[in-house]
């Protein structure tokens, strides 16, 4: 479901629930009242038509009108969410969606004679155009004139989307039934998914789906899933409410057959719209086509060079401008250099504390009794039983899990008995949904899993110490590597318990795992008195790439920078409880001086940016075990200095995921969208003596503000 789709239909079904024109002064021949045309627009009327490049097609577009049922439709669906977002009166408001709703007829009749005199369209001319719109009037002549410049999949697609945003606002409707009537046996925290979950292509479309309003079976819904609850009963309630909230606004008459829901005069006016949207996104993509055309090598090039020499000189002269780029980088935003090494990213994986065992460090007495209050001898004895679960156990009830049983790559630890994944839509890469980036999904959930989809799911995790966390993290990334199928692999190199790291960095071991927590009070301290935060690092270890770490394909599918990365992702979204670090770009920044992490994370963290990417270590704090990754760093070449770690290469910008890709279509993406927008804003500019608005025709609904 396209969360777009969905935002809308919630706004909608708050809008229809609500008495928004109370106060109006409406006419009591309402149909009438609101077929009044609020304003004229005729682009070839406009004093620049003749000069224009569309002279010749004069007579082909008539003249377009804007109806007050239009306006009231717009303030319903998008105007009345604004007034309350912004605080703007009724007067402001109702004159936005005029002006609006003004441009979008100049624009769209701009976009028609475009099309028309557009030689790479040879279906679309003056004479088609005549014959489809012949005899029609009103809205159904709306429909044939926009329908005209779509073909079958624009149409579909359109038809769809407006089908979908009806469905999502009775979805919206009916959950208010499903509130009172449906009981919820376990209230559980809900786990935030991976960003891109069940994100639908943006031209696919299911010929099949229908409305479902209770009155028709769901069956014949191909595509439609009802909430869990849902019966033919609430729907027809949540129908009914729809229907009660478009009588309330007046975009239905009394005559209308409101057992079609397709026929009515308000689905046709939404579908209107989206045909408006898919005409305008057509030209934009003629736009974009041209446009790109014009981007050559040597462009991009000097792109680079200037965006590179221009961070060089604003970070070399402040280390909080280049920090702020870090944290705000993207997959549109890059940090092409540094003033200095071993700045990174780490994944943190926190895996806390229980609330006893917080109460307990806060109970326990201090090291020395100093006034700093280190509890570290302490803190040691309660880490041993620290246990971590998988935080996945909500994603069930929200019907994500799919038995992977027989999923031949699916990740099961030593037990059997693990079989279920997450995702499956989004991770088949199919027809319907965008195959969500960076999160590998073959990590099963780590737990006992009773029941069914049909009945419903019981779960309970297994509970792990740190040590079977590093067991399973290390075992899965080892396992994924067969899923590198860009470039050579890696491997996972055979980590170890540390005693301590020296200044030079290199890592002490320590006998086994036991040592860590038979060590005495001194052996956190340096002679001097001060903490020696590299007693704190519990575990290190380190994935080595074959070919050595390539920043430029991190986000290549089967590279093995990626399979990593989305592998401890996966793994972060499984465990983690430090819920801030989930859908992170590539996760927590770490600068080389002081931070704001508690020490023994920023200790850590800056060891394994020094390291680079692939290191990793475990280490406590107060707060419990934090497993910290590094997932891409600026290493020091041999003098010291930051190593650039990106390359931009001409012939890599169709290789989807490398550095020359993104940054191939942030740059072309920046000059469509310059392009389109003041395209988009000449024509209007250009034409908009062509409008006549009517301001006493909706005088009504503009001084609602004014009070009686």
């Not at 976009?111 to 159904?140: F, H, K, N, Q």
Request: aromatic share 14%; with cysteine.
């Amino acid at each position: 479901m396209r969360k777009t789709a969905k935002v809308a239909a919630v706004a909608l079904a708050a809008a229809l629930g609500t008495t928004l024109l109370a106060g109006c002064d409406i006419s009591t021949n309402v149909g009438k009242d609101y077929a009044q045309t609020i304003a004229e627009v005729n682009i070839t009327k406009s004093e620049n038509f003749a000069d224009s490049e569309y002279a010749a097609y004069g007579d082909v577009i008539g003249t377009g009108v804007v109806t007050k049922r239009d306006m009231v439709a717009y303030f319903v669906s998008t105007g009345y969410s604004m007034m309350q977002t912004y605080g703007w009166t009724y007067y402001d408001t109702f004159n936005m969606i005029s002006e609006t709703l003004v441009n979008r007829q100049i624009y769209m009749q701009y976009a028609m004679l475009y099309l028309i005199a557009d030689e790479s369209e040879p279906d679309i001319t003056a004479d088609g155009y005549r014959a489809a719109v012949e005899g029609l009037t009103g809205l159904d002549r709306r429909l044939a004139s926009l329908a005209y410049f779509l073909d079958d999949d624009e149409k579909a697609l359109a038809l769809y989307s407006t089908r979908q945003i009806v469905n999502n606002t009775l979805d919206s409707q009916e959950s208010q039934f499903l509130d009172s009537e449906h009981v919820h046996e376990d209230e559980t925290t809900v786990r935030t998914t991976p960003t891109g979950i069940d994100t639908e292509k943006e031209d696919y479309y299911n010929e099949a789906y229908r409305i479902y309003t209770g009155s028709n079976a769901l069956a014949e819904c191909v595509g439609y899933e009802a909430q869990d609850g849902s019966t033919p009963t609430t729907r027809r309630n949540a129908y009914g409410m729809f229907l009660a909230g478009l009588r309330a606004n007046n975009l239905i008459s009394s005559d209308e057959d409101v057992s079609k829901v397709e026929n009515l005069s308000y689905f046709k006016t939404e579908l209107a719209t989206f045909y408006e949207s898919a005409i305008i996104d057509k030209l934009t993509d003629k736009i974009e086509e041209s446009i790109r055309a014009t981007a050559t090598e040597e462009d991009i090039v000097k792109e680079y060079n200037e965006e590179y020499i221009k961070q060089q000189n604003a970070f070399a002269d402040d280390a909080e401008e280049f920090e702020t780029a870090l944290d705000e980088a993207s997959d549109t935003s890059f940090v092409l250099n540094a003033p200095e090494a071993n700045y990174g990213y780490v994944v943190n994986i926190l895996i806390p504390f229980s609330a006893s065992q917080s109460a307990q460090l806060e109970n326990s007495p201090a090291d020395y009794g100093d006034k700093k209050g280190n509890k570290f001898l302490q803190r040691a004895a309660l880490l041993r039983d620290v246990r971590g679960t998988d935080q996945r156990g909500s994603w069930f009830d929200e019907e994500y899990a799919f038995d992977a049983s027989e999923k031949t790559d699916a990740y099961k630890g030593s037990d059997d008995e693990r079989g279920y994944l997450f995702f499956e839509d989004s991770l088949n890469g199919g027809k319907q949904y965008e195959r969500v980036a960076n999160y590998l999904g073959n990590y099963t959930y780590n737990g006992a899993v009773r029941g069914n989809e049909e009945d419903g799911y019981t779960v309970r995790p297994t509970r792990v110490s740190i040590d079977d966390f590093i067991a399973e993290m290390e075992g899965y990334l080892t396992a994924s590597a067969s899923s590198v199928t860009a470039g050579n692999g890696y491997t996972v190199a055979e980590g170890v318990y540390v005693n301590g790291i020296g200044a030079d960095d290199t890592v002490t071991a320590a006998a086994d795992n036991t040592a860590y927590y038979s060590r005495s009070v001194s052996d956190y301290y340096t002679e001097t008195g001060a903490v020696d935060y590299s007693k704190f690092i519990y575990y290190a270890g380190k994935v080595e790439f074959a070919d050595g770490f390539d920043a430029n394909k991190l986000f290549v599918e089967g590279s093995a920078e990626n399979v990593t990365y989305s592998a401890i992702n996966e793994l972060s979204f499984a465990y983690n409880t430090d819920t801030a670090g989930l859908n992170d770009h590539l996760g927590y920044v770490i600068s080389t001086g002081k931070t704001d992490f508690v020490p023994e994370f920023e200790y850590a963290g800056q060891y394994v940016c020094r390291q680079g990417a692939g290191s990793y270590v475990v280490v406590p704090s107060d707060y419990g075990w934090h497993i910290i990754y590094c997932t891409f760093s600026f290493v020091a070449d041999e003098e010291g200095n930051a190593i650039d770690p990106y390359t931009f290469n001409w012939e890599e910008r169709s290789e989807e995921g490398t550095f020359s890709y993104l940054f191939y279509e942030a740059y072309c993406d920046e000059l469509v969208s310059e392009y389109a927008t003041l395209r988009q804003s000449n024509a209007i500019e250009k034409f908009k003596d062509a409008a006549v608005v009517y301001e006493d025709v909706y005088a009504d609904l503009s001084g609602l503000d004014v009070e009686d």
